[in-house]
């Protein structure tokens, strides 16, 4: 590996600015990851060109590829920076490239406001309604085989790599995103959560839902969390069909 290698970054100083690259010259100090580079340019913001610059903005969190929070598109590739070591990515690129997510609008740099994956969240409504927090004894037992699909489902972490990859999701389209669909699966699938699927199905067949999906099957190709996320949407789609057969009937 070299002894010093470049970052290229894609910068933007404010969500209606105009984006522009910056690239930095670091030493490889060995077993660096994308976050290490980082931190290293926001010690030392100085540009290869000897520049003195602002560092550069980005989201972190948990640091171990759970929270999502530092997605962004490294060397062409949306993954997580925690989990991006430089050693391998210079394996096969001469240098870093840097750019943050395009399918969500950016607030500084490389951070994004993820916020239409929340609100798809809400709109099917993705969680366990409870009627009261006192104690109210076990809840219902799920057998091995309902958990066996549960968890898969579970391990979303929001990250946004589904959304960027999907060429669902662009500005012409109100496509909720794979990963909302997973998730009303997974709440369908609990025993408390099955009682409102109703709601979470009338959710999957408004505007943006199951129908706006193409079938490319990126997301799954993509996700860190190896969720089955087309196995969820063919699901979705089956389980949305019969529940519009039974409304046609009951009305």
Avoid at 4 to 19: E, G, I, M, W
Avoid at 94 to 117: C, G, S, W, Y
Avoid at 206 to 227: L, Y
Wanted: net charge negative; aromatic share 6%.
């Amino acid at each position: 590996m070299p002894e010093k290698f470049l970052v290229k970054v894609q910068r933007q100083d404010q969500p209606d600015a105009h984006p522009y690259y910056e690239t930095f010259e670091l030493a490889n100090a060995g077993g660096m990851n994308v976050i290490s580079c980082l931190q290293e340019i926001a010690a030392r913001p100085v540009t290869v060109e000897g520049k003195e610059t602002s560092p550069v903005a980005w989201d972190c969190n948990c640091l171990e590829e759970v929270c999502g929070a530092c997605t962004m598109v490294i060397n062409g590739r949306v993954r997580q920076a925690c989990t991006a070591l430089v050693d391998p990515l210079l394996e096969s690129h001469a240098r870093i490239e840097l750019q943050p997510m395009t399918k969500f609008p950016v607030v500084r740099d490389l951070v994004v406001n993820r916020q239409r994956m929340f609100e798809a969240l809400k709109r099917v409504r993705a969680w366990v309604p409870v009627d009261t927090y006192n104690h109210m004894g076990e809840g219902p037992t799920q057998s091995i085989e309902q958990q066996e699909i549960a968890y898969p489902l579970s391990r979303c972490m929001t990250c946004g790599c589904c959304l960027e990859v999907c060429p669902q999701v662009n500005e012409r389209s109100d496509f909720i995103g794979p990963q909302a669909v997973a998730q009303a699966v997974l709440f369908n699938q609990h025993p408390t959560g099955a009682m409102t699927a109703h709601t979470r199905l009338d959710a999957l067949m408004d505007p943006g839902g199951i129908a706006e999906c193409g079938n490319a099957q990126n997301c799954v190709k993509v996700c860190p969390k190896e969720v089955p996320l087309t196995w969820a949407i063919g699901k979705a789609g089956r389980e949305v069909t019969l529940h519009a057969i039974r409304r046609w009937f009951l009305r």
